[in-house]
């Protein structure tokens, strides 16, 4: 298999690329304001054809999470970490909590147990309590 | 927009042999297609049609609009690139030399890059040459030509990984930079994977798959784990192969899995993997997949 920096077969090529920038967004790894990889850039980087890329950056262009600039390429649209962390917390439940809550049942893990163990690792992760 | 390759009710017989069989199908421009399928399916008989090195015996084929045989204008813009070229008594020098004078955008940049990066010595006899470095020439004059129609078939025998490497990482950026129709015909399906915006499979002269590949990727699955597990799971699905060794089952599922699925994939504790494009391809020419439909042509 050739190597995809990371991309794997699961999904379209063009949404994984959409993915990956948006990690990047929500991480503050890129700024709002920030100049996003070109097409090309991200062709040769993941060694993906140019289309690819461009179909995962209109994806988000879509979703208004980059602005085009005429001329000098794509940005990070302003409050776009905000509202993609938004819309990340309302999925974090289905995506995270309910198969966690789930294999902790499997496993005779009790809600207390389980509550102790996340303070536990988040404590080891240098996490903050609310 | 006129297609950059059109090819309508094609045939090609070779004393009764079907070799091509009533393929139609269109290529846009802009584009790099995969053209995948088992020896003998026909692949090279098809690209040789369209380089208008070959008759067809029923049929019609139009490069950027026009007939391609014996057609100068249509030829200059349209680069052949095959397995085992075979190359005049020249000596590599010369060969590029003589490929610079007849492609009208042909770049003496590129190719002094890819020359060096082929290692190629420009004073050896093309027939001195190794299989691979013939092979690496030909890549040479198939990407510095930058051909509106870019025809690769099989151009990589004897070339090892890294010069294969080097072949997709200069025909992503030089395809970058001037788009053009490129149609690669290849088994290494997988190492190619990323390049390909499209993909026909082609078996027994006919076109069985002609897809985008973000509409195949995650088309199928394969699923595995308790047979029993495995069975409440695929259900009511179409399923391409199941495999079983003791209480242990894996089956191929046809069809994209959404979200509710996984979970309930997970809860039952079985292994979900998606189905590489080379699998998926495999399945296409020699599955008995949908097993209602039967095939005719044995």
Redesign the interface.
Same mark, same amino acid.
């Given at each position: 298999?050739?190597e995809?920096a990371g991309?794997?077969?699961?999904?379209?090529?063009?949404v994984q690329v959409a993915e990956r920038l948006a990690d990047e967004i929500a991480d503050g790894t890129l700024p709002e304001g920030e100049r996003v990889p070109s097409?090309?850039e991200l062709?040769?980087y993941?060694?993906?054809?140019?289309?690819?890329a461009a179909?995962g950056i209109a994806m988000l262009t879509d979703d208004t999470l980059l602005e085009k600039r005429r001329g000098i390429g794509m940005f990070v649209a302003a409050g776009a970490r905000t509202r993609l962390l938004a819309e990340r917390r309302k999925r974090f439940a289905?995506?995270y909590v309910?198969?966690l809550v789930?294999?902790a049942g499997r496993l005779g893990i009790d809600a207390d147990e389980l509550v102790t163990l996340i303070r536990e690792s988040s404590h080891g992760q240098g996490g903050t309590r609310p | 927009m006129t297609p950059a390759i059109s090819v309508a009710g094609l045939s090609r017989r070779y004393r009764g042999q079907l070799a091509l069989d009533n393929v139609s199908f269109d290529i846009g421009s802009?584009?790099?297609t995969g053209l995948l399928g088992r020896n003998g399916a026909g692949k090279t008989t098809l690209l040789r049609i369209i380089a208008g090195h070959e008759f067809a015996s029923a049929g019609s084929v139009r490069v950027l609009g026009a007939r391609p045989v014996e057609n100068d204008h249509v030829l200059r813009q349209m680069v052949f690139v095959r397995e085992d070229q075979a190359y005049p008594d020249f000596r590599v020098g010369k060969a590029v030399q003589a490929a610079s004078w007849f492609y009208p955008n042909w770049s003496h940049e590129r190719a002094g890059a890819l020359l060096e990066e082929f290692r190629l010595p420009l004073n050896r006899k093309i027939k001195k040459l190794s299989r691979g470095m013939r092979s690496a020439l030909g890549i040479v004059i198939g990407l510095a030509a930058r051909a509106e129609i870019t025809l690769f078939d099989e151009p990589y025998a004897g070339l090892d990984p890294v010069a294969r490497?080097i072949f997709? %990482?200069w025909l992503?950026?030089d395809?970058?930079?001037h788009?053009r129709t490129v149609l690669l015909s290849t088994h290494l399906i %997988?190492?190619?994977?990323?390049?390909?915006?499209r993909v026909m499979v082609i078996d027994r002269g006919q076109i069985v798959l002609n897809s985008g +590949?973000?509409?195949l990727?995650?088309g199928a699955t394969s699923v595995s784990g308790p047979a029993i597990a495995v069975a409440e799971f695929t259900s009511g699905r179409p399923v391409w192969n199941r495999r079983r060794v003791a209480a242990q089952e894996s089956a191929v599922v046809a069809g994209a899995l959404d979200?509710a699925d996984r979970?309930r994939a997970?809860?039952l504790h079985l292994h979900l993997e998606?189905? +590489?494009?080379q699998q998926l391809v495999v399945h296409a020419v020699g599955s008995p997949e949908p097993p209602a439909r039967e095939r005719t042509s044995a």
């Amino acid at each position: 298999m050739r190597e995809m920096a990371g991309l794997d077969e699961g999904a379209p090529l063009f949404v994984q690329v959409a993915e990956r920038l948006a990690d990047e967004i929500a991480d503050g790894t890129l700024p709002e304001g920030e100049r996003v990889p070109s097409t090309n850039e991200l062709a040769a980087y993941y060694r993906i054809n140019p289309a690819t890329a461009a179909k995962g950056i209109a994806m988000l262009t879509d979703d208004t999470l980059l602005e085009k600039r005429r001329g000098i390429g794509m940005f990070v649209a302003a409050g776009a970490r905000t509202r993609l962390l938004a819309e990340r917390r309302k999925r974090f439940a289905e995506r995270y909590v309910q198969p966690l809550v789930a294999e902790a049942g499997r496993l005779g893990i009790d809600a207390d147990e389980l509550v102790t163990l996340i303070r536990e690792s988040s404590h080891g992760q240098g996490g903050t309590r609310p | 927009m006129t297609p950059a390759i059109s090819v309508a009710g094609l045939s090609r017989r070779y004393r009764g042999q079907l070799a091509l069989d009533n393929v139609s199908f269109d290529i846009g421009s802009g584009s790099i297609t995969g053209l995948l399928g088992r020896n003998g399916a026909g692949k090279t008989t098809l690209l040789r049609i369209i380089a208008g090195h070959e008759f067809a015996s029923a049929g019609s084929v139009r490069v950027l609009g026009a007939r391609p045989v014996e057609n100068d204008h249509v030829l200059r813009q349209m680069v052949f690139v095959r397995e085992d070229q075979a190359y005049p008594d020249f000596r590599v020098g010369k060969a590029v030399q003589a490929a610079s004078w007849f492609y009208p955008n042909w770049s003496h940049e590129r190719a002094g890059a890819l020359l060096e990066e082929f290692r190629l010595p420009l004073n050896r006899k093309i027939k001195k040459l190794s299989r691979g470095m013939r092979s690496a020439l030909g890549i040479v004059i198939g990407l510095a030509a930058r051909a509106e129609i870019t025809l690769f078939d099989e151009p990589y025998a004897g070339l090892d990984p890294v010069a294969r490497q080097i072949f997709y %990482d200069w025909l992503l950026a030089d395809y970058a930079e001037h788009p053009r129709t490129v149609l690669l015909s290849t088994h290494l399906i %997988d190492e190619a994977a990323g390049l390909l915006e499209r993909v026909m499979v082609i078996d027994r002269g006919q076109i069985v798959l002609n897809s985008g +590949t973000d509409e195949l990727r995650g088309g199928a699955t394969s699923v595995s784990g308790p047979a029993i597990a495995v069975a409440e799971f695929t259900s009511g699905r179409p399923v391409w192969n199941r495999r079983r060794v003791a209480a242990q089952e894996s089956a191929v599922v046809a069809g994209a899995l959404d979200e509710a699925d996984r979970a309930r994939a997970a809860a039952l504790h079985l292994h979900l993997e998606p189905l +590489t494009l080379q699998q998926l391809v495999v399945h296409a020419v020699g599955s008995p997949e949908p097993p209602a439909r039967e095939r005719t042509s044995a």
